[in-house]
């Protein structure tokens, strides 16, 4: 496509823009479990108007616009204090959990160079971390060490095997609370004693469970300690664009003092352009990323999010059990939003195939292949439906006895 000669009026482009939605995923409608996190119409309308009410400013210019930078310092602020961020402990907000992760990433990198760190730099990763540490690593030109998960099917990483990979530079180990492809947090507290004993940072990737599992244990959901009560923790992300609810464009990049966060902003006199201190990857950012994750903060509040995360929980409560009636296995033990589930007889890309066809977006696991589910609040009307379509789907696999199975990749790009 060419840049139009003439521009096109306004109407006519957004009647053009909705007809391309028509195609897309209809996630609305609640049969969508990866990519949105769907807390329904209100929390929508606060996202798109908290967003575009200051769509057009740049956090990159704290003191043009105080408002954004207030209003980043109290959702830094809210994170902390959910993820019981010591005093001293600060962060900054970033456009997504990649940019986080590279960001703690680089600040344990410049952070271990201080402390007369020199050799080829490698992190210490569980194989279920999400791959946006190895993207990052890749960047930045660190070593990745990916470490077996623990024996036994639990899904959890394996403390002592990470232990055994550490050397003398080790800039970062890392555990997920929980991790993307099974959905289980990872034993912090023993990675954590690792850390203190090694002195080596540790870093936790709450990207999908940091605004959630805070509630969820407000709820009484036995979720063990993740986060910075836990000593060895140094950085965690968290994004609010997940089960924060907020607009895209947001997560929080949070560490345990302001000596470890003065690694992480970029700073540089030897050009001849104005003075510019970026916090993060990005130099320009989003003033509706900010003031939309402020919003939808101070919106919900503490009982929202606790209803909301309510309903996450009992939709993968209900899911656990009617997949387990139908003989599939769980994978470990989920207790937040996430859950995989195969079945010992029937191919799960199969089965996906078929649910997709039933007008199911959903995902899979690759080790071990598996269905996979992101839910939202929404989820909590739809697990019977999606049963019934399970059912059905099953059913269809088995009619073509496997014929298909090995054929079926799920397409997400
Ligand atoms: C989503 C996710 C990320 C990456 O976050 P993006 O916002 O997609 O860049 C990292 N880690 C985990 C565990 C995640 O679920």
């Known amino acids: ?6 521009g096109r009026n306004w109407a006519e482009l957004k009647s053009e823009m909705t007809e391309r939605g028509a195609g897309d995923a209809k996630w609305r409608d609640g049969k969508t479990a990866v990519y949105v996190f769907n807390a329904g119409p209100e929390v929508e309308q606060v996202q798109k108007e908290a967003y575009t009410a200051f769509m057009s400013e740049n956090g990159l210019g704290p003191a043009a616009f105080p408002s954004l930078a207030q209003m980043e310092k109290e959702v830094v602020s809210m994170a902390l204090g959910l993820l019981h961020g010591p005093e001293g402990a600060t962060g900054a907000m970033t456009s997504g959990g990649t940019d986080s992760i590279t960001m703690a990433i680089k600040t344990a990198r410049d952070f271990a160079r201080s402390k007369g760190q020199a050799g080829p730099a490698n992190i210490v990763l569980p194989q279920s971390a999400h791959l946006a540490f190895d993207k990052a690593a890749h960047l930045m030109d660190v070593e990745v060490r990916r470490v077996p998960l623990k024996t036994g099917g639990s899904f959890e990483a394996d403390p002592s095997a990470m232990a055994a990979t550490l050397d003398e530079n080790t800039i970062m180990m890392v555990g997920s609370a929980p991790n993307f492809p099974h959905g289980i947090i990872d034993p912090i507290e023993a990675l954590s004693d ?30 063990p300690a993740f986060d910075f009560e836990l000593p060895g923790v140094r950085s965690m992300s968290a994004d609010l664009h997940k089960y924060g609810y907020a607009a895209k464009g947001a997560s929080t990049v949070l560490f345990r003092s302001e000596e470890l966060y003065a690694y992480m902003p970029f700073d540089l006199a030897g050009w001849s352009g104005a003075p510019m201190k970026t916090p993060t990857l990005a130099g320009t950012r989003p003033g509706g990323a900010i003031s939309a994750a402020w919003a939808v903060m101070n919106h919900l509040g503490v009982e929202g999010y606790r209803r909301l995360q309510g309903k996450v929980c009992a939709a993968r409560e209900q899911v656990e059990a009617g997949v387990r009636e139908r003989g599939f296995e769980v994978l470990g033990t989920p207790v937040l939003g996430l859950i995989a589930f195969r079945h010992p007889d029937l191919h799960p890309f199969a089965i996906y195939a078929e649910l997709y066809k039933r007008g199911w977006f959903t995902s899979v696991t690759k080790e071990p292949r598996s269905l996979h ?8 009307d739809m697990i019977d439906d999606y049963l019934r379509d399970l059912d059905a789907a099953c059913e269809a696999v088995r009619a073509a006895n496997g014929a298909q199975a090995e054929t079926v990749q799920p397409r997400y790009s």
């Not at 992101?374 to 989820?379: D, E, G």
Request: aromatic share 6%.
């Open 373 to 380: 589910l992101m839910l939202s609040p929404k989820h909590a």
């Open 1 to 6: 496509m060419q840049l139009p000669k003439t």
């Open 194 to 223: 690792v850390a203190v004993a090694r002195d080596v940072w540790l870093h936790v990737d709450a990207c999908v469970g940091g605004f959630l599992a805070p509630f969820a244990r407000m709820n009484g959901v036995p979720v």
